[in-house]
């Protein structure tokens, strides 16, 4: 039984991570043959309900993209910013944009009230003396074109693969080579986005046992010459603790929200990190509860940010979890299969993590 179940996830997880699309047929099938690309259950509870059309308090989104490819989109996602409470953005520049930050610095020009735009590092030669003066000088040169950060940094176990226009591969955070950029950013008071890891269950064998398993096989992190999950996590702990003067916000939770009391003991132990809660929120909404008192008990270190795109239901969708008590919902705005519950949190903790948070970095850092 266990080899066949193997056999038959393997092949629905083949199907859904090669893009093949969904069957229009409504014929009824055996339970034991429904692929889980197709597991997208109709709740039939007859139980709360929440649509919130605008968050409870406005909001500095601390973490999104390049996602605007004209004018036209960009004032179209100011107009659903404005819909459902959002100040400003953070556009994050990463190689997988696809446009070098001069270009997105031109595109967001006319908008700079409403979006905050953030670089890369620039690893060209870094090896060399002439290389990390380059490097040194990009940066400056950056910071004066506007940007407020840095980030987002990515490194899933090879190093930084969204550095642009050289990816970092074999530089993780706590590189040597990079420290004179970190103690930079520091001076120039440009906080440090940055993506380390992903989900634990991204890490761990796609089998029966995997907890993530719907989703970890589209992305699965091929270890074979990768750091590890819990040396990337060791690897940022290092560079936090080396560079006090340099702000750190750890993306998507730092990928821990398996581990709410290591992600806190480390809060409680750098004053220079904070997390944002991007493209994690549902992760952290299939344990409503112990998501909740993490929140409360951190509320001065959590940063909203989103990193999802720019239509106003994956606004909507989050503004439901953080804000009701709306339990056993799904959410294909997210892209989970399991179901979400809502924290219901206190308005004063809302309104830290919606705004009053990022607005005391973007104060304090510029």
């Avoid at 993780?172 to 420290?179: G, N, V």
Wanted: aromatic share 12%.
């Amino acid at each position: 039984m266990k080899k066949y179940f193997i056999l038959l996830v393997s092949a629905a997880l083949f199907a859904a991570c090669s893009g093949v699309e969904k069957s229009e047929e409504t014929t009824e099938l055996p339970a034991d043959k429904v692929l889980v690309r197709d597991y997208f259950p109709t709740v039939v509870n007859n139980i709360q309900k929440t649509h919130v059309e605008r968050a409870k308090f406005p909001i500095i989104d601390m973490h999104s993209h390049d996602y605007a490819e004209s004018a036209e989109d960009i004032e179209q996602w100011i107009r659903v910013m404005d819909t459902v409470g959002v100040l400003h953005t953070a556009i994050m520049h990463c190689s997988w944009i696809g446009r070098p930050f001069e270009e997105v610095a031109e595109a967001y020009a006319p908008y700079k009230d409403r979006f905050r735009l953030w670089c890369c590092f620039d690893y060209t030669d870094i090896d060399t003396p002439e290389g990390l003066e380059n490097s040194l000088k990009t940066l400056e040169r950056y910071h004066e074109m506007g940007a407020v950060g840095v980030g987002e940094l990515g490194d899933k176990g090879e190093g930084d693969l969204y550095a642009r226009p050289v990816e970092g591969k074999g530089i993780h955070i706590d590189d040597p080579r990079i420290k004179p950029l970190i103690e930079k950013a520091g001076e120039l008071r440009m906080p440090i986005s940055i993506h380390i890891a992903e989900p634990i269950w991204m890490y761990l064998p796609m089998d029966e046992t995997n907890d993530g398993l719907p989703n970890g096989a589209c992305w699965h992190v091929d270890t074979t010459n990768c750091m590890g999950y819990f040396g990337l996590v060791n690897s940022f702990e290092n560079a936090v603790r080396e560079n006090p003067n340099t702000l750190f916000i750890a993306c998507h939770y730092l990928n821990m929200t398996h581990d709410w009391v290591r992600l806190g003991e480390m809060l409680d132990k750098y004053p220079n990190m904070y997390v944002d809660i991007a493209a994690r929120v549902a992760e952290s909404a299939h344990t409503p509860r112990a998501t909740r008192d993490f929140l409360i008990k951190y509320q001065d270190r959590v940063l909203f940010g989103t990193d999802n795109g720019m239509e106003s239901p994956m606004y909507q969708t989050i503004f439901r979890v953080l804000e009701t008590n709306d339990e056993h919902f799904y959410s294909e705005e997210l892209y989970y299969h399991w179901a979400l519950s809502g924290f219901n949190l206190p308005d004063e903790v809302l309104k830290k993590i919606y705004h009053d948070n990022a607005e005391r970095i973007l104060k304090e850092y510029k």
